[in-house]
């Protein structure tokens, strides 16, 4: 059966119902209909019956009617709450410290529960349960795999003169390699009609990127500057994909996942094993050499604890313990996780990044700070949640924020399950990382999204503006609403981070427009998921933000000047609002990765419809901008002009 689509034009995009007389009979408080319990029921991601419960306790929960004479419920919201009925319900009562007992005693119990879980108007000097699992650690389901899409085929909207993004702008008349809309790139002239893309990586402050074939072969091309590419030399731009290799190993090593950073990139080995190469002045290679500033080929990153040496098992086969699949990287900071799911950082230690739990501030002069950076990828254990948080857990209270200290800092505390917590996926912006927890074995735990770094813009999802030193524990991203559509991944922009749930619904927070204002907390996209739109992958860039769903559309919003929303030509180069990319319109994107001046797609080719939508998307071979490769070829590196490799970290007056 032909799968069905939702085209990008007029009405398509949703489905309309006529509304019956009983649909728009009263049902609960506030004048609400059934039709707008369904709406609420999709939304939520919760059944009708749950939403219908939630709706007739008016926000009080089963305590407001438990507090009666009587000390019982009507009789609606006690079927709603009784387990057998409604499990989603009852793991809400369940939270709630709750029963479905309604005697006058469980309801006193009850109420000095409420009473003792609200904050104390002064500071305890009793710390908080701070466990969010009482049964103990979760058990994850492992390995930890790297990073999977669908297969297909590599297309780019953008620029591919890397040496132009934040320099200067796109020429009023784009030439052959400035695309104004999504194009497939050389899919005969350098992949071959037979090979496909299995991952790509770009990140918002690069102007380079990398994809890897489903054979493991990995093509990086843009900026070079550094030797980010780590080709064996410096250039202001390699134009075309070019495959890239382990010295002394070329054609041995496989690829599963790829990190580009600003002035760096690393690769992830199928044996388990990184490798970096570019920029190194904040460590963020992780070679373990500070001192060394600079490389232009990759070289084996070390990793705490990572022990290689032969296994026995066959001729040059390599037993690694600590057998790292993902990858992420910031402007000057990485990040990796290990098929345990544990977190290794390394680079700057500016805003917390590490999630050490510190900066690493010293004085240089007066009133100037250094910061001490780390140059070899360390595990981090420490995950902490707000004091109020950890309160609501051991309470029942469903409150979010407060707990600050006296100079105004929210006060947190550690996790008791942090040494064990494992990590599915992590996604690094300029200066702040997002991660979401692994899914459990029995599937009941609803998996917990941390975030830390520079929390400009409120990105982090916390409702301040303020840096968390630790990964911290997003108390809005929890609770009975995500029950049964829990968080599967994120993304993280330059100063934005997008989660997405199981649902294909998408959760966004901060700002990647320079005008308006920020999101200061994790908010519902409500256009798409209004819309019954099942979002299947997520981007963000320096600028731009995309959703592309399992229907065959494409929508994005935010600025680009060098073309990388993929309007079209003639069209604007921004948008405060979703929309549509028309050329990709029926096509499948099952990935999307970001960067400054340009984004990657892979589109899936898998059947007659794949190749139908595909035939409407322009593609360019090399053939097609020989005479702008034989520009740049001709050009001498302009290196020395940006000298990205020379620079320092900013110093912070004290």
Known sequence: MPRKRKSANGTEVSSSHHRSSSTSHVIAPGGGTANDIQKLSHTLGLPADAVTAIMNCQGQGVRSSRRSAGGAADDLTAAAVDPSVMNVWGDFMADESTTTTTTAAAASTNDQAASASKPAATTSTTPPSTTSSPSGPRSYALPIQPPKATPGLLAQTGTLDASVPGRSSISKTPATHEFECPTLLFPQSIFGTTAKIAHIATSPTSCHSVAITTDGMAFGWGRNETGQLGLGYTSACVPLPTQLSIPGEEGEITFVAAGVGKYHTILVGSNGIAYASGGNVCGQLGINNGGVKQIEKFRKCAVMGQVVGDSGGGEDEDDVNVKIVQVSCGEEVSALLCSSGHLYTTGSSEHGLLGNGETGEYIITAGRLGYANCAKF??????????????????????????????????????????????????????????????????????????????????????????????????????????????????????CSLVRTKHGHVYYVGKHRQVGEATMRFTLIDALANNSHNVVAIGAGSATVFCSTKAGVTVSWG??????????????????????????????????????????????NEDAEDAKALKKVPKVEKDDIAQFVGQIKGKKSDAGADEPAKKKQKSKKK
């Open 559 to 604: 600025m680009g000047s060098h073309g990388e929303l993929g309007y079209g030509t003639g069209e604007n180069k921004s948008s405060a609002k979703p929309k549509f990319v028309s050329v990709l319109d029926s096509c499948l994107v099952t990935a999307v990765a970001c960067g400054m001046g340009h984004t990657l797609f892979l589109i899936s």
């Open 378 to 495: 360390t595990r981090r254990t420490i995950f902490v949640q707000s004091e109020a948080d950890a309160t609501a857990a051991a309470g029942g209270t469903t409150a979010v924020g407060g707990g600050v200290d006296s100079s105004g800092k929210v006060k947190c505390v550690p996790l008791e399950d942090g040494g064990q917590i494992s990590l599915a996926s992590i996604s690094c912006g300029k200066n702040h990382f997002v991660a979401v927890e692994a899914a459990t074995t029995s599937g009941t735990d609803v998996p917990r999204v941390f975030t830390w770094g520079s929390g400009d813009y409120g990105c982090l999802g916390h409702g301040i503006q303020a840096d968390e030193y630790y990964p911290r524990l997003v108390g809005a991203l929890r609770g009975p609403m995500f029950a049964s559509n829990h968080p599967v991944d994120a993304v993280a922009g330059s100063n």
